[in-house]
T-cell receptor
Framework: GAVVSQHPSRVICKSGTSVKIECRSLDFQATTMFWYRQFPKQSLMLMATSNEGSKATYEQGVEKDKFLINHASLTLSTLTVTSAHPEDSSFYICSARDFLSAAQPQHFGDGTRLSIL | AQKVTQAQTEISVVEKEDVTLDCVYE???????LFWYKQPPSGELVFLIR??????QNEISGRYSWNFQKSTSSFNFTITASQVVDSAVYFC?????????????FGTGTSLTVIP
């Protein structure tokens, strides 16, 4: 089945550090990838939709300058949390679809647990 | 309005009991897709099943079964003879095709604890 790799799985760093998270589709091309944030015991919150070769589409309330998304190829999207602060601590998870059809399930990476001290 | 409602926030059952997780969705589209995902404590999301709006046939996969009823806009998930390894958060999701692409909506999830 479709495989999505997300790296790193866990990050602990000091406040003010910028953190980059990578999301790769390993066995398919993903023109669109999605970035979610999940707080403890809560549902997934869509942050942005990442489109290969164009600017990401951010959901309302998500700071574009805070969460930089780059989708440079059909298999890689990156999320950079710039100047991270403790309130940015969360579980971040990416997903991708084989192609943009409502019929296709989203395939998820294993997530990145970000802890800002 | 919530597109996907999972009214059960947390459920606890004793091992070997059957348990049903409810999912109610809302859509005006005639063509749409429903999904269930499992999120174990380790955090990764595992795709379990997809159902399209034209196929109301119930599906069974081992101890898992799904009951899709368009008349009540429900897509319920039943685990038979539950096991400790079934402990996880389960998400129901709806996918709609729109003029500008498609939208994917998750429910708030149901946390299932299977007690040994």
């Amino acid at each position: 089945g479709a495989v999505v790799s997300q790296h790193p799985s866990r990050v602990i760093c000091k406040s003010g550090t910028s953190v980059k998270i990578e999301c790769r589709s390993l066995d398919f091309q993903a023109t669109t990838m999605f970035w979610y944030r999940q707080f403890p015991k809560q549902s997934l919150m869509l942050m942005a939709t990442s489109n290969e070769g164009s600017k990401a589409t951010y959901e309302q309330g998500v700071e574009k300058d805070k969460f930089l998304i780059n989708h440079a190829s059909l298999t890689l999207s990156t999320l950079t949390v710039t100047s991270a602060h403790p309130e940015d601590s969360s579980f971040y998870i990416c997903s991708a679809r084989d192609f943009l059809s409502a019929a296709q399930p989203q395939h998820f990476g294993d997530g990145t647990r970000l802890s800002i001290l | 309005a919530q597109k996907v409602t999972q009214a059960q926030t947390e459920i606890s059952v004793v091992e070997k009991e059957d348990v049903t997780l409810d999912c109610v969705y809302e859509t005006r589209d005639t063509t749409y897709y429903l999904f269930w995902y499992k999120q174990p404590p380790s955090g990764e999301l595992v795709f379990l099943i997809r159902r399209n709006s034209f196929d109301e046939q119930n599906e069974i996969s081992g101890r898992y079964s799904w009951n899709f009823q368009k008349s009540t806009s429900s897509f319920n998930f039943t685990i038979t003879a539950s096991q400790v390894v079934d402990s996880a958060v389960y998400f129901c999701a709806l996918s709609e095709q729109t003029n500008t692409g498609n939208q994917f909506y998750f429910g708030t999830g149901t946390s299932l604890t299977v007690i040994p």
